[in-house]
């Protein structure tokens, strides 16, 4: 296994961290008990929104860093890597939501022995793919930029003498 493998599946078990960070911010929406079941009241209901928004927030951060470290842990651009990168930071986004939900809260219709009056959390959720989409495109273009912002790639001809050379010719 190479080194911008061994890279990559750092990236993909990031999506670990990133649930727990997801986990201890996000407040999910919280039902309260009726006579008549599980009601969400407009005040309770802000949670949904908020759970999202960790979620694209939790993204961004781990993008930003992940785009970064890519650029300065591999080889640098290589078309492989991006590609890498963008299937390596949506896996992690599906480990981090699958994860989130198995950490969370259970859907309130299977709490057992509510009393009226209750308030019971909402189990996470992310109802959409743009959330998901958030990861990859922040990561690629944190790596697009870091890949521009270096310089002139002085290092990567003294770490990578033989490819830069191939790549030199014309």
């Given at each position: ?7 990559l599946l ?6 670990i961290?990133?649930?727990l960070?997801?986990?201890a911010f ?5 039902w ?9 009241t407009?005040g309770?209901?802000?949670g949904?929104?908020?759970?999202v928004?960790v979620?694209?927030?939790v993204?961004i951060?781990?993008?930003v ?7 300065r842990?591999t ?9 890498g ?6 896996a992690?986004?599906?480990v981090?939501?699958?994860l989130?939900i198995w ?7 299977d709490?057992?022995?509510?009393e ?12 959409g793919?743009?959330p998901f ?8 273009l944190?790596?697009?930029l ?7 790639g002085?290092e ?6 033989d490819e ?7």
């Open positions: 296994m190479n080194r911008t493998s061994r890279v750092a990236v993909v078990a990031g999506g961290p990133a649930a960070v997801w986990w996000a407040e999910p929406s919280r309260l008990a009726t006579e008549r079941g599980l009601v969400l407009e309770n209901a802000t949904d929104f908020q759970v928004a979620f694209v927030i993204g951060v781990f993008g860093l992940t785009g970064v470290a890519v650029h842990l080889r640098p651009g290589r078309w492989e890597t991006v590609v990168l963008a299937a390596a930071s949506s992690a986004s599906l981090c939501w699958r989130g950490l969370g809260p259970p859907p309130p219709e709490v057992k022995g509510l009226v009056g209750d308030e019971v959390s909402a189990q996470f959720g992310v109802d793919i743009v989409l958030v990861w990859p495109l922040v990561a690629v944190s790596y697009t870091a890949l521009y912002l270096s310089s002139d002085e990567d001809r003294e770490e990578y003498p830069v050379s191939e790549r030199s010719e014309p």
